[in-house]
């Protein structure tokens, strides 16, 4: 699964937390879900999603109504996903998911920044084989559990992997999964702090210090464009 990838991207999403760049991605996110699904987060799954994720990163419940509101508006239905796939230095490949309302800034922003550090923009679907989507959900480990026990209960919900790191259980499962891992665990009492859909790498790489310090400065250049939403590589 990647666990370098899964630790690296925490602790990246950790640094984000305390700064104020990741708001507006998160903010962004809440819009196109309700845009796409409508503002009721009980009927409107990916927007429950979204909200949920901005409410572990400390976006002030303000900024989350705001941002539920602002998808009924004309700026929001100028915002669209657009996905990109690209090489990098050292055999890295990347799956970038972005909202954009202009297509166009967004691919020659990140051309420049691929074409400056030794990477390139992909064909559309050149690296589909090369990632799979994943349901993926966290929660802290819980004091009163067995995880093993919790474990095998998750397995005919569609759990395929359970991994514990630093205090947090992350939970692996089919793409199609996702809604019956999710009400799987709300039965069991358990409240995730992040869930979603993932691209896992298929056959990730491993890389020396040096090569990885290529990467992940072009990582964080990458991340660091407001279009930007979530990128997925295929470090191991």
């Not at 959900?137 to 095998?152: C, G, M, S, T």
Request: one cysteine or more; a negative charge.
């Amino acid at each position: 699964m990647g666990r370098a990838f899964e630790c690296r991207r925490r602790a990246k999403e950790s640094r984000w937390a305390t700064m104020s760049k990741i708001f507006p991605k998160l903010a962004k996110s809440i819009t196109l879900a309700a845009k796409n699904g409508g503002p009721d987060p009980e009927s409107n799954a990916p927007l429950r999603v979204a909200i949920q994720n901005a409410k572990a990163a400390n976006l002030s419940k303000d900024n989350i109504e705001n941002a539920i509101k602002r998808a009924a508006g004309k700026d929001a239905s100028e915002i669209t996903e657009v996905f990109y796939e690209a090489k990098g230095p050292h055999g890295s490949l990347f799956y970038i998911e972005c909202a954009t309302d202009n297509t166009n800034r967004s691919v020659g922003n990140l051309k420049v920044i691929l074409g400056k550090n030794g990477g390139e923009i992909a064909p559309s679907g050149a690296l589909n084989f090369m990632f799979v989507r994943k349901t993926v959900i966290e929660f802290p480990v819980p004091a009163d559990r067995d995880l093993e026990e919790l474990e095998l209960e998750l397995i005919d919900a569609g759990l395929e992997e359970l991994s514990v790191d630093e205090g947090v259980v992350t939970l692996f499962g089919a793409y199609t999964s996702f809604a019956s891992l999710t009400s799987a665990l709300e039965a069991q009492g358990i409240a995730a702090t992040k869930s979603g859909l993932q691209r896992v790498p298929t056959q990730p790489v491993e890389l020396t210090e040096a090569q990885m310090e290529d990467v992940e400065n072009l990582l964080d250049k990458i991340e660091d464009d407001d279009d930007v939403q979530v990128v997925y590589t295929n470090l191991g």
